[in-house]
């Protein structure tokens, strides 16, 4: 009984706080404060739904928390995965307690209106899937991210290459990089570096600010050994050169891993599946005929 009072008093005193704060503008305008919203492309439907609700009712506390090690990993995860002109890590925090907490006590309040019994394992796991499904959504985003730079990176390093043995310097050798190839997520960092290289920052800091930025492993060696090459005055062609043929064999090394964990993968569906068939065609007459089943 004081179970169900206690229940029936947190969906109320939940009510009377989110029509509040959402009719008040009080909140609104706190948050609005801390965040520019015209700098905001939100490409996630649900992101764009959710962001009117969260960043009044949730953004004023969750900005006031004091957790500078989870900001300062998710800030590099943001910016990795490309999301750093939709989302940053405020609004991220933001974001996860919004769908963890808020809409399963929305859901539970819906449910218990309309005369449902609320499942605590239901609400449970979708409290589960609300807080991490944000967190996924940026590992996805800079997953496919990195993919596609390492599938640009060899060409932009043959051209690289090609460039600078054939007179042009460094700077250069970028610049041709950004006209002739495609447009994608590595030719847009070494545009974006080039713009801070022209706006006074050194050459060493504007490839390690790029390689901070992409958070590769591929990246961040050619950055090294780029700087290093720069400082001890070294041909960049032929060190160009060397990290082409390295990059090609570090993916052909992939592949030949991703296939080998392919032929595994493969291993549940054979024995699960397929192999119950084939047994099926072959024995199954053999079986019904000593059954005398014709």
């Not at 700077?171 to 950004?178: C, D, M, N, P």
Request: aromatic share 10%; glycine share 8%.
């Amino acid at each position: 009984m004081l179970l169900a009072i206690a229940g029936v008093l947190l969906m109320g005193g939940t009510a009377f706080y989110v029509g509040y704060n959402l009719f008040s503008g009080e909140l609104e305008a706190s948050a609005a404060r801390r965040l520019d919203v015209s700098r905001k492309r939100p490409t996630s439907a649900l992101l764009k739904l959710s962001r009117s609700m969260f960043r009044p009712l949730v953004m004023p506390y969750s900005t006031k928390m004091k957790i500078e090690d989870w900001r300062k990993k998710n800030k590099r995860t943001i910016v990795s995965a490309g999301l750093e002109d939709e989302i940053d890590v405020e609004e991220l925090l933001a974001y996860k307690i919004f769908l963890g907490f808020c809409v399963p006590i929305f859901l539970a309040i819906y449910l218990f209106v309309s005369g449902a019994t609320p499942s605590p394992y239901l609400i449970s796991f979708m409290m589960m899937v609300g807080y991490v499904y944000p967190s996924v959504w940026v590992g996805g985003s800079r997953k496919r991210r990195h993919e596609e730079i390492r599938l640009q990176l060899p060409f932009v390093i043959d051209l690289l290459t090609l460039s600078t043995e054939a007179g042009l310097d460094f700077i250069g050798a970028l610049q041709k990089v950004v006209e002739k190839t495609r447009s994608g997520p590595l030719v847009n960092e070494i545009e974006r570096m080039l713009q801070e290289i022209q706006l006074g920052t050194t050459r060493a800091d504007a490839m390690r600010d790029m390689a901070w930025r992409i958070d590769l492993q591929e990246i961040n060696s050619l950055v090294a050994v780029l700087v290093t090459a720069d400082q001890m005055g070294s041909p960049l062609g032929a060190v160009l050169r060397v990290q082409s043929d390295l990059i090609r064999v570090q993916r052909f090394t992939n592949a030949e891993k991703k296939g080998a964990a392919a032929s595994q993968k493969l291993l549940f569906p054979l024995i699960f599946f397929i192999m119950p068939a084939v047994f099926i065609m072959i024995f199954g007459p053999v079986i019904l005929g000593f059954l005398g089943v014709k």
